[in-house]
Every structure is written in structure tokens, then in C-alpha cells.
């Protein structure tokens, strides 16, 4: 009697051992889908990054490390899931390897991103909607790697032949005559201008200028010849001033937009990649546990009494 009852026993905890087995691997699943479903935004601010590199920032190589992370983190995912599913363990310690290091990329590329974008701010002037830039107010790698003249040859390059100060016409409407007209020095000054159209479509308002339409300006007797940027203006809408600093100052400005963006987003993807790491971690070890057959909580101490009694 005694030893059937050993016998249920045993059969009750090997049908336990099995549902939570089952239900570790539907968990390692779950975390695995959960961790596939992150890579998206990832990739998506890479490729956003990449888009603005294409168009406006010409800066080319700064999306690559977003890009790469949700790719490997999209990867693996499928690899973690299909161990789960298939209970391949190699590939399952192969997953938990390669996303510690991608946990450890993220933090990097995070850390990097704000360390290189904390210094540089766009500055307000006198009876000016827009806000105007300057290279020195900047500092740092990102600065260096801007300033560089054979860098900067291939950026200037780039806003050229995206045509960077094509948007920045617009019209009004002559109340005369109900026509549209170009807009008056004054609507010009009322607008938002991104840090790009300021810098690089514009000369700096320091130097003078009399407003003629939004890319074309006339010298003035009030022209400030000291500042480098006055003199390296040009109505010639292919060199405009994209060789001034205010230019470089404005890329710098609108890349620092763009990756304080992307970070934030980064920054609650990887909270909740830690999170995950951790439960899947988890749910692992409590596999390998049942492989091994480990003692596991209440029921592993209470099969060993009956055969104490046996004897």
C-alpha cells in the first residue's frame, strides 16, 4: 500500500514537473516575443536617423549602432523562441550570452549619445522668432568630428545637393490686390526656423545684412566684416553659407535634436529589455532545474518521506 502510494506520489510530481516546465518555456516564449516586439522601435529610430542623414543632417554613420542593435536583438529574439518552443538549451544559452552584450551596447550607445550632446544650445535674438547658432557655444567629439575640413567638405556637399534651404520660401497675401507675394522682412523674422535653415540658408544677423527674400540678402552700411561667417556669405544659392561655422553649429544643433529623441526612446526600450533579460533568466534556470532534477520547493521534500517510513 504504502509503496503504491510512492508511486502516485512520483506520478503526481512528474505531471507538476512537466506543467511548469511547459509553463517556463510559454514564458521564455512570451519574453522572447516581448524582446522582438522592442527591436522594432530600435530599428525604427535607426532608420529615422538614417532618413535624417539622407535629407537634412548628412551626418551618414551615427544610425548605424541603432540600426545593428535592433537587428541582433530582432535575431536573436527568433533564436531565444525557437529554443523555447523546439527546448534546444544551447540555444537558449546562446540567446542569454548575446543579449547581455546587447543590454551592454544599449547602455554604451545611450551614454555615448548624451555625453556628446550635452553641451550647445541655440541663442535668442532681439526681435527674432528663430534662434541663431554658434560653433564655440559647442564642444566636444561631435564638435571635432563636424569642424573636420575633409568631413565637413562631404557634409556642406550633401546639404547642398539635398537642397537643405529648399523649403524656405513661402508667400503672403497682398491685401491690395489679394495676390500672392513673398513674405515681408517682418513675417520672415516672426517664423520657427529649423537650426539648419538659420545656420546654413542665412547669414548670422550680427553681420548686418538687409533682408531681400529668405535666401538672397543685400550688403548693408550696418555689415559686420570681423565675424569670418559675414564674409564667407554668398547669394549664389549653391554656396549660400554652407562653409560658415553658424552652418556646422546648426548640424550639430539638429543632430543633438534628433538623438535626444531617439535616446528617450532608447531609454525606456531598455528598461524594459532588463526586465525581460531578467524573467527570461529566470524562467531558464528553472528549466534546467527540472532537467536536472534539483530539488524545487515543497513537493521535491515531501516525496522523500514515505521512504523513510518504509523502513
Same mark, same amino acid.
Given at each position: 500500500?504504502? *509503496?503504491?502510494?510512492?508511486?502516485?506520489?512520483?506520478?503526481?510530481?512528474?505531471?507538476?514537473?512537466?506543467?511548469?516546465?511547459?509553463?517556463?518555456?510559454?514564458?521564455?516564449?512570451?519574453?522572447?516575443?516581448?524582446?522582438?516586439?522592442?527591436?522594432?522601435?530600435?530599428?525604427?529610430?535607426?532608420?529615422?536617423?538614417?532618413?535624417?542623414?539622407?535629407?537634412?543632417?548628412?551626418?551618414?554613420?551615427?544610425?548605424?549602432?541603432?540600426?545593428?542593435?535592433?537587428?541582433?536583438?530582432?535575431?536573436?529574439?527568433?533564436?531565444?523562441? #525557437?529554443?523555447?518552443?523546439?527546448?534546444?538549451?544551447?540555444?537558449?544559452?546562446?540567446?542569454?550570452?548575446?543579449?547581455?552584450?546587447?543590454?551592454?551596447?544599449?547602455?554604451?550607445?545611450?551614454?555615448?549619445?548624451?555625453?556628446?550632446?550635452?553641451?550647445?544650445?541655440?541663442?535668442?535674438?532681439?526681435?527674432?522668432?528663430? /534662434?541663431?547658432?554658434?560653433?564655440?557655444?559647442?564642444?566636444?567629439?561631435? $564638435?571635432e568630428r563636424v569642424s573636420d575640413p575633409?568631413?565637413?567638405?562631404?557634409?556642406?556637399?550633401?546639404?547642398?545637393?539635398?537642397? #537643405?534651404? !529648399?523649403? +524656405?520660401?513661402?508667400?503672403?497675401?497682398?491685401?491690395?490686390?489679394?495676390?500672392?507675394?513673398?513674405?515681408?522682412?517682418?513675417? *520672415?523674422?516672426?517664423? %520657427?526656423?529649423?537650426?539648419?535653415?538659420?545656420?546654413?540658408? $542665412?547669414?548670422p544677423t550680427s553681420c548686418g545684412y538687409?533682408?531681400?527674400?529668405?535666401?538672397?540678402?543685400?550688403?548693408?552700411?550696418? +555689415? /559686420?566684416?570681423?565675424?569670418?561667417?559675414?564674409?564667407?556669405?554668398?547669394?549664389?544659392?549653391?554656396?549660400?553659407?554652407? %562653409?560658415?561655422?553658424?552652418?556646422?553649429?546648426?548640424?550639430?544643433?539638429?543632430?543633438?535634436?534628433?538623438? !535626444?529623441?531617439?535616446?528617450?526612446?532608447?531609454?525606456?526600450? /531598455?528598461?524594459?529589455?532588463?526586465?525581460?533579460?531578467?524573467? &527570461?533568466?529566470?524562467?531558464?534556470?528553472?528549466?534546467?532545474?527540472?532537467?536536472?532534477?534539483?530539488?524545487? &520547493?515543497?513537493?521535491?521534500?515531501? $516525496?522523500?518521506?514515505?521512504?523513510?517510513?518504509?523502513?
Amino acid at each position: 500500500m504504502l *509503496f503504491f502510494s510512492c508511486i502516485v506520489l512520483s506520478a503526481t510530481e512528474s505531471k507538476k514537473e512537466f506543467k511548469m516546465m511547459r509553463g517556463s518555456n510559454s514564458v521564455i516564449g512570451a519574453v522572447n516575443f516581448v524582446t522582438f516586439l522592442i527591436s522594432i522601435p530600435i530599428l525604427g529610430g535607426g532608420i529615422w536617423l538614417s532618413s535624417r542623414a539622407n535629407s537634412t543632417e548628412c551626418l551618414q554613420f551615427l544610425q548605424w549602432p541603432l540600426i545593428v542593435i535592433g537587428i541582433t536583438i530582432m535575431v536573436i529574439s527568433l533564436m531565444g523562441f #525557437a529554443g523555447a518552443c523546439y527546448g534546444l538549451t544551447w540555444l537558449m544559452w546562446l540567446y542569454l550570452f548575446v543579449m547581455f552584450f546587447v543590454v551592454v551596447a544599449l547602455i554604451g550607445f545611450i551614454v555615448f549619445a548624451y555625453a556628446v550632446t550635452d553641451r550647445g544650445h541655440g541663442e535668442v535674438i532681439m526681435n527674432r522668432a528663430f /534662434l541663431e547658432y554658434q560653433l564655440s557655444d559647442y564642444s566636444g567629439w561631435l $564638435k571635432e568630428r563636424v569642424s573636420d575640413p575633409v568631413y565637413w567638405s562631404k557634409i556642406s556637399s550633401c546639404l547642398r545637393d539635398a537642397r #537643405a534651404c !529648399r523649403g +524656405m520660401a513661402k508667400y503672403g497675401t497682398d491685401p491690395a490686390t489679394g495676390m500672392r507675394v513673398p513674405e515681408s522682412p517682418d513675417m *520672415f523674422y516672426s517664423r %520657427q526656423l529649423s537650426p539648419i535653415e538659420s545656420g546654413c540658408c $542665412k547669414p548670422p544677423t550680427s553681420c548686418g545684412y538687409a533682408y531681400a527674400n529668405e535666401t538672397f540678402w543685400n550688403p548693408s552700411n550696418a +555689415m /559686420l566684416l570681423t565675424d569670418t561667417d559675414c564674409v564667407k556669405w554668398s547669394n549664389d544659392q549653391r554656396t549660400l553659407c554652407y %562653409q560658415c561655422d553658424s552652418c556646422k553649429a546648426g548640424v550639430i544643433a539638429s543632430i543633438r535634436h534628433s538623438w !535626444r529623441k531617439v535616446s528617450v526612446i532608447n531609454i525606456v526600450v /531598455l528598461i524594459i529589455l532588463v526586465i525581460v533579460y531578467v524573467i &527570461g533568466c529566470a524562467a531558464f534556470r528553472n528549466n534546467q532545474r527540472m532537467d536536472n532534477s534539483e530539488p524545487y &520547493g515543497e513537493s521535491r521534500m515531501t $516525496k522523500a518521506r514515505p521512504s523513510r517510513y518504509q523502513f
